[in-house]
């Protein structure tokens, strides 16, 4: 049986003196310590150095193989290449009360094996200041600049053709009542080219719109838009653009969402009325998801579109997609996309050899398949396959391509 120790005692029976605590030492140190304590204004941490939390890093490395780079037809011999892109970029978010500044940038550079006249780094970067001004007002303020090479596709002599576009923009809203907003809108764009000069252009671009805003947040909007775009060193393709209309943005259950909008556009250039456009346009998606791991996306279009700024003239654009997302495991899902567009090109300007382009009716195809696995929290793994094919009455403007890549990003 353990013994309970006992407290020693002294030869007569009584407890031995106490040994004396020294406090002044403990007291000393105690003191210096709350002296050299910095006060609570000195370690407060700024409200803006508080949101560098939201700072959102990343990079990627791409390795990628084309079976058609330069997108040629068949019979201009081996058009295949392997290229890598390395990609860095960041973005963040600031708040000061009310307020919001978002910023966002990334740069990459892609070295081809084969076609390497063809490197080049290109980029982009956006700045938007999401600003509130008491109970009514609203609205956004921002600049965004990007560079990048111009699609093989829309070039019929290919070449390493740089598009650098800077665009300004800014946009009021008043509520009107707590369910209608009224606002307005202007943009401007600078368009420019290493190369094709010609294509050179500054868009200015004015809106409004009159929007209902439901108390689940679903929109249905009214808009009306007009843009005049003055072309640099072609005088003679000159246009001003109006399109009025309604768009809605709405979610139908707790399944599924439709966003919409159609309406009626013009065309009106300044030289030459042929190439005047005048008709209905349209656009509506509607996207499903049948469960928190599932989903599909339907869209349906038909518009006038000058390639993202990179032909003189335009095309009326019909086309149909689907994009269906399923992730079967935790950490790993797939995706896919298939899209089908009719494009008549009835701007009735001139190509790079000189020939009208009126009558040129092209039909693209893309099937698309990717694979994404997440093995760790800020490590994502991609594989991609694609398969695109253009078909047209037009020579040399019929071309397929295939191309596999896989992507290794990081973010934080």
């Not at 309970?4 to 105690?30: F, K, V, W, Y």
């Not at 990079?59 to 997108?71: E, F, I, K, P």
């Not at 290919?158 to 650098?164: G, I």
């Not at 997609?321 to 090109?345: C, D, H, I, V």
Request: hydrophobic share 35%; proline share 4%; glycine share 6%.
């Amino acid at each position: 049986m353990a013994r309970t120790p006992q407290r020693p005692s002294s030869a007569d029976g009584r407890e031995p003196p106490r040994p004396r605590r020294r406090l002044a030492p403990l007291a000393l140190s105690l003191l210096a310590m709350a002296m050299c304590r910095p006060s609570a204004a000195e370690t407060e941490v700024p409200k803006w150095v508080e949101t560098l939390k939201d700072l959102h890093p990343q990079a990627s490395v791409t390795a990628t193989t084309d079976s058609n780079l330069l997108r040629n037809p068949d019979g201009l011999g081996d058009r295949s290449d392997r290229y890598l892109t390395l990609q860095a970029g960041f973005d963040t978010e600031f708040k000061f009360s009310r307020q919001r500044l978002l910023l966002d940038a990334s740069v990459y550079r892609n070295d081809y094996e084969r076609f390497s006249e063809f490197n080049h780094v290109g980029g982009d970067a956006k700045v938007l200041w999401k600003w509130v001004l008491g109970r009514l007002w609203e609205g956004e303020f921002g600049y965004s600049y990007d560079h990048k090479q111009r699609d093989f596709a829309n070039e019929l002599l290919p070449s390493n053709d740089m598009l650098s576009r800077h665009r300004l923009q800014a946009s009021a809203n008043r509520w009107l009542t707590t369910r209608w907003r009224l606002g307005a809108r202007i943009d401007w764009a600078d368009v420019s080219f290493s190369d094709s000069e010609e294509l050179d252009k500054t868009i200015l671009g004015y809106g409004a719109n009159l929007d209902y805003v439901s108390k689940a947040g679903n929109t249905l909007s009214l808009r009306a838009t007009y843009a005049s775009a003055d072309f640099k060193n072609r005088d003679d393709r000159d246009y001003d653009d109006l399109t009025l209309g309604p768009s809605v943005d709405w979610k139908l259950s707790g399944k599924t969402r439709l966003s919409a909008s159609a309406g009626y556009k013009a065309r009106r250039h300044d030289v030459a009325d042929e190439r005047d456009f005048d008709g209905f346009v349209g656009r509506v998606s509607a996207t499903w998801k049948p469960t928190g791991k599932s989903s599909l996306k339907a869209t349906a279009w038909r518009d006038i579109s000058n390639l993202d700024d990179e032909i003189a003239d335009y095309a009326v654009i019909e086309g149909i997609s689907l994009e269906p997302r399923w992730q079967f495991m935790p950490k790993t899902s797939l995706r896919g996309l298939a899209s089908y567009e009719n494009r008549a090109f009835d701007g009735g300007q001139d190509d790079e050899l000189g020939f009208e382009t009126g009558d040129r009716r092209d039909r693209v195809r893309v099937l698309e398949l990717g694979l994404d696995w997440e093995p760790r929290r800020y490590l994502e793994l991609g594989l991609s396959f694609r398969d695109e094919s253009r078909e047209s009455n037009r020579a040399l403007r019929e071309y397929d391509s295939q191309s596999l890549w896989l992507t290794v990003s990081a973010g934080f």
